[in-house]
């Protein structure tokens, strides 16, 4: 069964350091891997996936295939980017479900 | 705004109350899912539309459960005989046209059972 792993609920980061949420997935074909963000009082939205290979307000993320991660990275950390984070993946039919982690509520300190 | 819509936006019921709530999805999408987060959880699948074919139903929808999607466009999902356990948020997302396969979330229908 697919199941996506995020072994921090929180990660406190202070203002211009680097961030690292971890995400592993377990999936025995080929997923597509997402990350959504949702900050305080808004919904939940996409904040980008593996096939984009896009940097989206800093971010990156780089599918390990090997390890089975999909790490999210931020060279320096900003006050905004506080929020909850969650890891997701998807079958390659790409209208099927998306499985989500728990999340890591990511606390950027002053 | 031209997002998702749910409605109501909060609703608090007793044990054993029957409670139905709506999802407005993006006019052009054609697939239309609802998910359940509970507290310190992400979101669950709990079931998918294709214009009003229901294609999937998670185990986690009991049979207390029903969704539907009558005319392809808004859907319902209502509980019956409420339990304390069904206490969630229950979000509705959309996908299609132009925005591909992209799944656009709504703001959630917050339920507590008391």
């Known amino acids: 069964a697919q199941r996506v792993t995020q072994p921090e609920k929180l990660l406190s980061v202070f203002k211009g350091a680097p961030v690292e949420l971890k995400c592993n997935y377990s999936?025995?074909?080929?997923?597509?891997l997402f990350w959504y963000v949702q900050y305080s009082r808004q919904r939940l939205q996409l904040l980008l996936r593996h096939i984009s290979r896009e940097s989206i307000k800093g971010f990156t993320a780089d599918l390990n295939k090997g390890e089975t991660s999909f790490h999210l990275k931020k060279p320096f950390a900003q006050e905004e980017d506080s929020a909850m984070y969650y890891c997701?993946?998807?079958?390659?039919?790409?209208?099927?479900?998306?499985?989500f982690g728990k999340g890591t509520r990511l606390h950027i300190l002053p | 705004d031209t997002g998702v819509s749910q409605n109501p936006r909060h609703k608090i019921t007793k044990r054993g109350q029957n409670v139905t709530f709506r999802c407005d999805p993006i006019?052009?999408?054609?697939?239309l899912y609802w998910y359940r987060q509970t507290l310190g959880q992400g979101p669950e699948f709990l079931t998918y539309f294709q214009n009003e074919a229901q294609l999937e139903k998670s185990r986690l929808l009991s049979d207390r459960f029903s969704a539907e999607r009558p005319k392809g466009s808004f859907s319902t999902l209502e509980i019956q005989r409420t339990e304390q356990g069904d206490s969630a948020m229950y979000l509705c997302?959309?996908?299609?046209?132009?925005?591909?396969?992209?799944?656009?979330f709504g703001p959630g229908t917050r339920l507590t059972v008391l």
């Open positions: 006019s052009e999408h054609n697939r």
């Open positions: 997701a993946s998807r079958p390659m039919n790409r209208d099927d479900k998306i499985i």
């Open positions: 997302a959309s996908s299609g046209g132009t925005g591909g396969h992209e799944q656009f």
């Open positions: 999936y025995s074909g080929s997923p597509e």
